[in-house]
């Protein structure tokens, strides 16, 4: 089975800074790797996503990832933030296209606060 | 090109009563997966639905099911409700591995 791990609960951070968001994942198989926002009261927009190829992935609102196999983490990044950059983040795991069940597994989230 | 649609967007449930919840998965995605966010717990995988078929479950008592249409759309039934199902139940498809789409959640508050 695959888990994953989101150390940090809440990331404070003032606007234009830069910011890292953790996640650490576990399988014994191949997997694909996902990041997710999620705004108040609404559901999950994809960031990005690490399926196979380059291991930086280049997402949407400026931010990117890099998949790091031999530390198993998939951190989040973004130069400069901003105030709308706001809300929940999930990082997700799935297992790879070697068969079997596919769905996704969740992190328990980091709540990004971006302060003026 | 629609998007995954959920119906209703709110629902309110008194404890013991049922509660049926509808997912319209993108146009040709064959599957369908059904999240549960409670306060505090984040986002437990419930059932995924394939072809018509259950392909997995996760840790949920029997009360929680599903069923899959010959359209792909699905409905998610809670019976005997409990104050501790109040969440936003989310919905997904895909059409391959590695791509899913989410719809905005159903919020069922169970009072």
């Known amino acids: 089975a695959q888990s994953v791990t989101q150390l940090d609960s809440q990331v404070p951070v003032f606007e234009e800074a830069p910011v890292e968001l953790r996640c650490n994942y576990s399988?014994?198989?191949?997997?694909?790797l996902f990041w997710y926002v999620q705004y108040p009261n609404q559901g999950l927009q994809l960031l990005l996503k690490?399926?196979?190829?380059?291991?930086l992935v280049k997402g949407i609102n400026g931010f990117e990832a890099e998949f790091n196999k031999s530390q198993t983490s998939f951190h989040l990044r973004k130069p400069s933030v901003h105030i709308s950059d706001t809300a929940e983040y999930f990082c997700?795991?799935?297992?790879?296209?070697?068969?079997?069940?596919?769905?996704?597994?969740f992190g328990t989230g980091t709540q990004l606060k971006v302060e003026l | 090109e629609a998007g995954v649609t959920q119906s209703p967007t709110h629902l309110i449930k008194t404890r013991g009563q049922q509660a049926t919840l509808r997912c319209s998965p993108i146009?040709?995605?064959?599957?369908v997966y059904w999240y549960q966010q409670a306060l505090g717990l984040g986002l437990q995988f419930l059932l995924w639905?394939?072809?018509?078929?259950?392909?997995n479950r996760g840790n949920f008592p029997p009360r929680f099911s599903g069923r899959q249409f010959p359209n792909y759309s699905s409905e998610l039934n809670v019976n005997a409700l409990e104050l501790e199902d109040s969440a936003l139940y989310l919905c997904?498809?895909?059409?391959?591995?590695?791509?899913?789409?989410f719809g905005s959640g159903t919020r069922l508050t169970v009072v």
């Open positions: 639905y394939d072809e018509g078929e259950e392909r």
């Open positions: 146009s040709g995605h064959t599957s």
């Open positions: 399988s014994s198989v191949s997997v694909y």
């Open positions: 997700a795991v799935a297992r790879g296209a070697t068969g079997g069940g596919n769905k996704l597994t």
């Open positions: 690490y399926l196979s190829g380059s291991t």
């Open positions: 997904a498809s895909s059409l391959v591995v590695g791509h899913y789409t």
